[in-house]
Structure formats: C-alpha cells, structure tokens
C-alpha cells in the first residue's frame, strides 16, 4: 500500500511539474485542461496497470529458510501489535476522509440554498440575488448580485466570461478533483492541480469574451473593479478571481515557437512514468548456483523442541544416544564437510520423538547472529545447480540436534525429495561449521534440544525467453 501511495504522489508531482514548467504560459488553454484531466487519471491508474517485460523468463528459484508463520507468543504480540498500528492509520484515513465529505457536502448545499430569482437569460439560467457577491456560475447557472441587472440587462463581458464556464462545463473539473481530494487526500499534488484547473479555467473564459472584439483595456479595468468584492464559495469560477496578474499578461500573449514541440515532450515523459510506476510482472531469471536469501519477517521462525533425557522414554533416549554418535563422527570429519557434495551426504531416516511435557517454558537455542544469520549463510552455501530446474515445489524439515553447549550433534532432513534433503544437510552443516550455539535454557540452565528448520524452494521450470 505504501509502495501504490508513493507511486501515486510521484507521478502526480511529475506531470503538474511538467505543466508548470513547459505548458502553463502557452496559449494552448484547451490543450492544457485536457492535460490536467488525463494527467490526473493517468496518475491514479497507473499503479494498478500491468507492465511486462519483452523477455518473459522462467525458471528463478527462491529459498525460503523458515517459514512466515509461527506459534511463538512473542510473534503473535508483535502481530497484535502491528494490525492495532494499521487500525489507527485506517482510522486516521477514515476521519479525514470524511471531513473532506462533510466539506464537500457542505459547499454544494451552501451554493444550492442561496435565495434569489430565478431567470432566463439569453438561453442561460440566473439567479438574482440579493446578496453583495461577484459573479460566479456553478454547473448550470450563474449568479448575480442585484446591482449588476441594471435596466434588465447584465454587462455583457461578465455574461460572456460566465457563460463560457458553463458552457464548457468547468464545475465538473473542479467536481472531480474534489472528489478525488476526498478520498486520496494524502496527495499535496491535488492542491496544485486545483489551482492550475481554476486558472485554466478563467484564461479559457477571458479567451470567449476578447473573441467577441472587446478592448482589452477595458477588459481588464472592468475585472480590476470587481476585486475588491470577494466571497468564499470553494466550488465556483467567480469573476473577480483573484490571479489577476496571469490573467493580464495570458491575455496579450503569443505562444512560443516551441509551443507545438512542448506538447510531444510529454510522450518520453509518460512512457518513463509508465515504466517506472505501472504494476510490474516481473521476469524470472534462469537458475543460479547462489540464491539470495529472502527477506523474513521476525526473528523467530524455527521451532526449538526440548528433550529432557531425565523424562525421556527408551526411544527418545535411543535418539539422544544415535545424536551423540554422530556429532562426535561429525566432529572428526568436519574439515572435509565443505568438499562434500549432496549426493555424498546420508541423510538420517529416524526423525526425532516428540519432545516430552515440560514443566517450564523454554528459551529456545539461538545461532551466533540470530536466526538471519543462520538464513542468510544457508542461502548462500546451498547449491541450486545441482537440480533441473523443472522440480516444483520442494519442501524439506531439517533438525539440529543441539546440546548443553551449543554443540551441533547430528543434523538431518525430512521431505519428499532426497537430493532436496542432502542438499540441505549439507548446507546447514557447512553453515553451521565452527559455530557453537547459544544453548536452549530451561529453568535457569542448558538442556539439549532439536531445532527445527523448514525450508522451501519453488522451480518455475527451465529458462526460456
């Protein structure tokens, strides 16, 4: 969600920079107000537009050493914890949301329960109020303070720079981002693209009234005189619009001899956002022989099951015995264990009995550097050449058999594969190769455990472009 925000405050500021900087002091007003409105769409949507690259690859796989989701109470509390984070957040997004409705709703009631009389003039619905407001229009109708009907009639050029908003349907442009400010109001560009609608708008309607051969000295004068008249309607085009400054200098401009040129800068720059912002669906590489380990979430993944061998029953004791068999035949090979390949590597059958009831809670074993360390060096002495590449989904659950003193005593692997569960075997032996481990602690002192460590790998098949 995060990731979709950026996206769209970016691309947002990108193309009103665009405006601002290349478009805004051309004299291209229907150009530009297109623009503003596709830009602002084209912003919104691009996120959510799907990208693919022309080579479309197969075949990457991932490790993923432990798995996302655990019993352990601290996982659950850190959980708790962060839904109750994003609650707040969506409160948050909620109550802002609708003060922007509520305002929302309150300009349109505050413009729509203004009294007045209603006339048609020239074709055109008015509303006469009595009310000392400048002359605004808001979707169909434009409205005048009394004082400006004298003798039945209205003075043209104002009629005319309404007219035009109407006309044009400028109320909607304002509407929709409103609209959007309701429910994306985290987005600074909106304010941007507002103002630069707003006076769009008005360079529009000056345009509609000096095509009527008005002076444009007289022109000006006239809007000069209706500033010092001012009212607060959030939704309106009023004629005394307060940019004057713009409005006099668009009115005796010429376009640039670029004007036509600034208008296909804008497609390098749309394919760029487009390719930068736009939903990617991501090409997969072909099999490496190192994978990268994959980004993990807590720091309490894999499982440490306790043994008390004072508790244990004949077959749990059989298994402490076999593991320490096999850690001492461990520890005289071990200089040899990185030239080992996995089809080298036996693999125990016998898994582990269930750990027997304990009467205390359990500090399960740590490894030197916490559980990413253990991940990130599996990750990286596991061998993915070694398989085809069309294999699917592997699954394996290795156990490490751990001491009083940290010691590694026997490591093995149960999954469906076996070249998956050498394979395994010897990566965590060989990551495991001169580390002693911080030992599990039960009431107050070291006990043996067995550490369980699921890993998974998905083949997507052999590369292909």
């Given amino acids: 969600m995060e990731t979709l925000i950026l996206k769209i405050i970016l691309s947002s500021f990108a193309l009103i920079g665009f405006y601002y900087l290349f478009l805004e002091r051309e004299r291209i007003f229907k150009f530009n107000r297109i623009f503003l409105l596709l830009a602002l769409l084209f912003t919104y949507a691009i996120p959510f537009i799907p990208f693919n690259s022309s080579f479309a690859t197969t075949g990457q796989s991932n490790l993923i050493v432990g798995e996302p989701l655990q019993d352990f109470q601290q996982i659950n509390i850190a959980k708790v914890a962060s839904v109750d984070w994003i609650k707040i957040l969506l409160v948050i997004y909620v109550a802002v949301s609708i003060f922007f409705l509520i305002k929302f709703i309150y300009s349109i009631i505050k413009i729509k329960f203004l009294k007045g009389e209603k006339r048609n003039y020239k074709n055109q619905n008015i509303l006469i109020i009595d009310k000392n ?15 400006y009907l004298v003798n039945n009639q209205i003075d043209e050029r104002i009629f ?24 994306s109001w985290f987005n600074p560009a909106l304010f941007f693209f507002k103002k630069a609608m707003i006076t769009n708008h008005e360079f529009l309607a000056d345009e509609y009234v000096l095509q009527n051969n008005y002076d444009v000295g007289n022109y000006q ?49 749309l394919a760029i956002l487009f390719v930068f912002f736009s939903k990617k669906v991501q090409a997969q590489n072909e099999p490496s022989s190192a994978t990268e380990p994959n980004p993990v979430k807590t720091e309490n993944q894999a499982v440490a099951i306790p043994i008390d061998e004072s508790n244990a029953t004949p077959a749990e004791k059989e298994f402490i015995r076999a593991s320490e068999k096999l850690f001492k035949e461990y520890e005289s090979t071990k200089d040899t264990i990185r030239k080992k390949r996995a089809q080298d590597v036996a693999v125990p059958t016998t898994l582990p009995p269930p750990p027997p009831p304990s009467k205390f809670e359990q500090v399960p074993a740590e490894f030197p550097g916490g559980i990413n360390a253990l991940r990130n060096s599996v990750a990286t002495n ?70 369980k460590l699921p890993l998974t790998m998905k083949f997507e098949g052999p590369a292909k472009k």
């Fill in 382 to 451: 596991f061998d993915t050449s070694i398989f085809k590449g069309d294999e699917g989904l592997l699954k394996t659950t290795v156990y490490l058999s751990i001491d009083e003193s940290g010691n590694i005593s026997n490591i093995f692997a149960e999954g469906e594969n076996k070249q998956f569960n050498a394979e395994a075997v010897r990566a965590i032996t060989v990551a495991n190769e001169g580390k002693v481990w911080k030992p599990a602690i039960e009431d107050s002192n070291p006990v043996k455990t067995v550490y």
């Fill in 133 to 147: 407001y400048a002359p605004f229009s808001f979707l169909d109708t434009i409205y005048f303070s009394r004082k």
């Fill in 160 to 183: 005319l720079h309404e007219k035009c908003h109407i006309e044009e349907r400028h109320s909607t442009d304002i509407l929709f981002i409103e609209f959007l400010k309701i429910f």
């Fill in 221 to 269: 004068h006239l809007i000069l005189n209706e500033i010092k008249i001012s009212q607060s309607f959030n939704l309106t085009h009023q004629f005394d619009f307060n940019n004057t400054k713009k409005r006099f200098i668009m009115m005796t401009s010429k376009n640039s001899k670029f004007a036509s040129i600034k208008k296909f800068a804008l497609i390098p720059v």
